[in-house]
């Protein structure tokens, strides 16, 4: 590949991709639409997946008492769903649910159908302008004993789900929308025996980078977020409800605690709101500073 002036030319099919979308860049008006910001949070629809537990249902939480009407899936935790449709609609919000199991890819289009009669019969939208990408589960497994099928399990959940459930459902997604991936702060600090775990998480931020590269000319910003230690029911609930766990995580917190549900939620909406519309694939660390 070379470039003379503004002329751009390549040898080689396999850079023909690449080059198609330098040309398109390099075609595109100079100066990019400024974001719309006439539309507050209160008219705005987020899909959470996982939303019926953990942080999904406090980004669910913190996202309705902001306004924002959400759609939340869960997969087989049918009483914590209702729970948490109870709780938003007492506080006067708005949420339907809908099942998934992410790691299926083959019920996407099905789930995608969903959406949009969703969106249609409960909002009168045709669009979803939130995307989080939450759904998840864990893996405490030393390298040496891991198993292919511990691997393969959190390559569908939390890699090949967020790749093809984003692909499926990005025509219901509005221009200028927002995506965020919910990654793991494993990523940046080593601990033994979440080695397969972190390396599929630090796939997902490579990917969200990649993402809002391609996603920028529908003005669709890709971020994700690598929550720290919280007091969820991760690994079996042990940083929430083991009192030296805890103290013990606590200590390699710059903060000196562990964090809660709720400081995820709030980090979550305030990385969706049009405050943070110039934050395009970034990975935001909400760790109250572990293991600086």
């Not at 080059?19 to 539309?39: F, H, Q, S």
Request: aromatic content about 6%; some cysteine.
């Amino acid at each position: 590949m070379r470039q003379s002036g503004n002329q751009l030319s390549v040898s080689g099919v396999g850079c023909k991709p690449l080059i198609a979308y330098l040309e398109r860049v390099r075609k595109a008006p100079k100066g990019a639409p400024k974001p719309k910001r006439d539309k507050p949070m209160t008219q705005k629809i987020a899909l959470i997946t996982g939303a019926s537990r953990g942080l999904g249902r406090n980004m669910a939480l913190q996202l309705a008492k902001r306004g924002v009407h959400i759609i939340g899936t869960y997969r087989s935790g049918v009483a914590e769903a209702h729970s948490l449709k109870q709780e938003i609609e007492a506080q006067g919000g708005k949420i339907a649910l809908l099942p998934l199991d992410i790691t299926e890819t083959a019920s996407y289009s099905a789930f995608s159908s969903a959406v949009t009669e969703t969106l249609k019969t409960e909002f009168a939208r045709e669009r979803l302008d939130f995307l989080v990408n939450n759904a998840g589960n864990g893996l405490f497994a030393n390298f040496v004993d891991a198993t292919e099928e511990q691997f393969a399990s959190l390559v569908a959940t939390h890699l090949r789900g967020p790749v093809f459930l984003t692909q499926k459902l990005l025509p219901l997604m509005e221009d200028g929308g927002r995506i965020l991936n919910v990654s793991s702060g494993f990523v940046r600090f080593t601990l033994p025996g979440y080695s397969l775990y972190a390396a599929v998480k630090a796939a997902l931020e490579v990917l969200t980078r990649y993402m809002a590269v391609e996603l920028g000319s529908r003005q669709i910003r890709v971020n994700a977020i690598a929550p720290g230690a919280i007091a969820t029911d991760f690994g079996g609930g042990a940083v929430r409800d083991n009192k030296d766990v805890n103290a013990y995580v606590a200590q390699g917190i710059a903060l000196g605690r562990v964090g809660l549900p709720g400081d995820i939620g709030a980090a979550v909406a305030a990385i969706l709101s049009d405050d943070m519309a110039w934050a395009n694939g970034t990975t935001f660390d909400v760790s109250g500073g572990q293991l600086l």
